[in-house]
């Protein structure tokens, strides 16, 4: 059985190697599937960095003993450290936008027909390369981006992009530039994303038993449309007082088609369903330290004092009531029958 196999084995290779109608490279998809399951959150590690890390910097939480190893009250305790999330922003900005860059690549390589087919596919990869990009120009100041990726082409020693107005605004234009992609109608012979897709390419049932539904390709394109004109709505809120120009020209461009063109609710919010490599890394399966925030973590009373100034209605489902409010009813009962000053 063993020599059998080796010989169909040999045969398959020959045919491989000497039949130029055989497919021997592998749909742009499948890679981009690969890719995208990890799109965000793909580790344990970034959401516990998120909490543990940088809300406690931005003094949301204090971990319980914070006031004797001097997290919160050593006011130079701080100084020197950057945020941890900050690192995970740049790890996946040179594994997720390189191989969304090698897509890209690839696709312009191809032939006419073949080009026109992935089209769609080419504006997606490269708004998930800009998403990844600003990131990390927001946090850091500076990444290799224009002459990134180029390692195959012989550069090896690639510049740092400053981060200022003529960059932000080439990733503004980038960007604009793919959503025009989308925001036209799709080619007649494009090859549809579908379950390939692991952002917009099926719908979730909210019955746990029930199997994922195949979602419509002009739904999805429009969604990823919605997505990147959200960001891009984003990208211009953050840098609009340094380049107010752009900001109203982005403004104008997204909002004059109504609000169809941004996301209305959460539901159209990009989430990866596959989430996680395996079953101990994502925090979907594995949420044993996020979970550990209501045992060794408190909200800090600037936080909530600043929440209920605002009258953010989210307070109550972000932290509970504790046993001193005036809400508790052995408050109350001690209030009225000892007549205890409070």
Not at 103 to 117: A, H, P, S, T
Not at 144 to 170: H, M, R
Not at 329 to 339: D, E, L, N, V
Request: aromatic fraction near 14%; hydrophobic fraction near 35%.
């Amino acid at each position: 059985m063993a020599a059998l196999a080796l010989v169909g084995c040999q045969d398959k290779m020959r045919e491989l190697n000497t039949n130029p109608d055989t497919i021997s490279e592998t749909d742009p998809r499948y890679v981009f599937m690969n890719v995208m399951q990890d799109f965000d959150y793909d580790s344990r590690g970034f959401g516990e960095a998120l909490m543990f890390n940088t809300a406690v910097k931005m003094q949301y939480f204090v971990h319980y003993n914070g006031a004797t190893d001097g997290t919160y009250c050593d006011k130079l305790a701080n100084t020197y450290v950057t945020l941890r999330t900050t690192s995970y922003m740049y790890d996946w900005l040179y594994a997720k936008g390189y191989q969304m860059t090698q897509l890209q690549k690839y696709i312009d390589g191809l032939d006419e027909y073949e080009q026109l087919q992935y089209k769609d596919l080419h504006a997606i990869c490269g708004i998930v390369k800009v998403y990844e990009a600003f990131r990390v120009f927001q946090n850091y100041g500076a990444a290799i981006y224009s002459q990134a990726f180029q390692g195959l082409e012989g550069n090896l020693v690639p510049t740092y992009d400053i981060f200022d107005n003529s960059v932000y605004e080439s990733l503004d234009d980038e960007l604009a530039g793919y959503i025009k992609v989308l925001a036209a109608p799709a080619e007649e012979t494009a090859a549809e994303l579908g379950e390939f897709d692991p952002i917009y390419g099926y719908i979730v049932s909210s019955t746990p038993t029930a199997p994922a539904t195949r979602g419509d390709y002009t739904q999805q394109r429009t969604l990823w449309k919605k997505f990147a004109n959200s960001y891009r709505l984003y990208m211009a809120w953050i840098m609009k007082d340094v380049d107010g120009t752009r900001f109203e020209k982005v403004r104008t461009e997204v909002l004059d088609g109504g609000l169809d063109n941004v996301f209305q609710s959460a539901d159209e919010g990009a989430y990866a369903f596959m989430n996680g490599s395996n079953d101990n890394s994502g925090l979907i399966y594995n949420s044993d330290g996020t979970n550990s925030i209501s045992v060794i973590y408190s909200v800090t009373d600037n936080f909530i004092h600043y929440l209920k100034q605002l009258k953010d209605p989210r307070l109550p489902l972000l932290a509970r009531n504790n046993s001193l409010n005036k809400e508790n009813k052995a408050i109350q009962w001690m209030q009225h029958y000892f007549r205890t000053r409070w």
